[in-house]
């Protein structure tokens, strides 16, 4: 209970120190920013978090630290920047076949569960079945993409921006970080856009190291959700998602055939 009162004790120090540092910044007037458009978290989640960092770690409690301290460091934080963290360490992100022809049409699928290292082969890949199979659209699939990598995503949107096939995008509330900055690209493209509102949460996190060797990752950035052209949160089986959007090209296709 010691140790309790001790880290709160701290914790709120650093929320009077930012506080204090709020009151200063206030007297000097600031043109008025819209909330889409606030930089300001961008500016000051780093170096709040690195600060309530520096006071938990005087505590002694980060080695090792225990479930319920994580937690209590968790949503201090949260109250803190108001963006969404975890505690984790660093694996291996599992590998998975990505790239394939949706059984049953003629659309081929890109399947990005993580935007990392291995974009490049990725990518390879889905333009040799492209010039083998030869199909009507391709359906990049971002459902529960998140990564930090922007050099793949640069890499995704540069095949983009060569492809000659019709693209469309599938998204879930779990596309965040990376791939949902990706997506804002594809949208502001045209791209046909199947799924569920994606999280809100574009753009790399930021990442403070522990003394137990986890990482702290971050969001330092919100945004308002991007809404798909053809919801399909009425299909409660999101592994139908794939289909019904191949179905909808397909359709899509032969209109356009027909005209």
């Not at 770690?57 to 963290?85: M, R, W, Y």
């Not at 081929?108 to 889905?126: H, S």
């Amino acid at each position: 209970m010691k140790r309790k009162t001790v880290i709160f004790a701290l914790l709120f120090g650093v929320f009077a120190a930012f506080g204090d540092n709020a009151s200063n910044a206030a007297e000097t007037p600031q043109p008025t920013v819209p909330p889409a458009t606030q930089p300001a978290s961008k500016a000051t989640a780093k170096d709040a978090a690195e600060e309530l960092l520096k006071a938990v770690e005087q505590t002694g409690l980060l080695e090792p630290i225990s479930p319920e301290h994580a937690q209590e460091f968790q949503d201090f934080l949260l109250k803190l920047l108001n963006v969404p963290a975890m505690l984790e360490k660093e694996t291996a992100f599992p590998k998975a076949p990505t790239v394939c022809m949706i059984q049953g049409t003629h659309v081929a699928t890109f399947v990005i569960p993580q935007f990392d290292d291995d974009m490049a082969l990725e990518l390879k890949k889905l333009a040799e079945l492209v010039d083998k199979e030869k199909p009507i659209a391709l359906l990049l699939n971002l459902c529960k993409s998140c990564g930090d990598s922007t050099e793949s995503a640069a890499q995704l949107l540069e095949f983009c921006s060569t492809e000659t096939t019709p693209i469309a995008v599938l998204f879930d509330k779990e596309t965040k970080g990376v791939a949902e900055t990706t997506l804002q690209e594809l949208v502001q493209r045209k791209c046909l856009t199947f799924g569920e509102p994606s999280a809100g949460l574009p753009g790399p996190r930021k990442a403070i190291s522990l003394s137990n060797d986890a990482t702290l990752k971050y969001y330092a950035t919100k945004a308002q959700p991007i809404k798909p052209q053809i919801d399909l949160t009425k299909t409660a089986d999101h592994a139908k998602w794939p289909r019904t959007a191949a179905d909808h090209l397909t359709f899509r296709h032969i209109q356009k055939k027909a005209k």
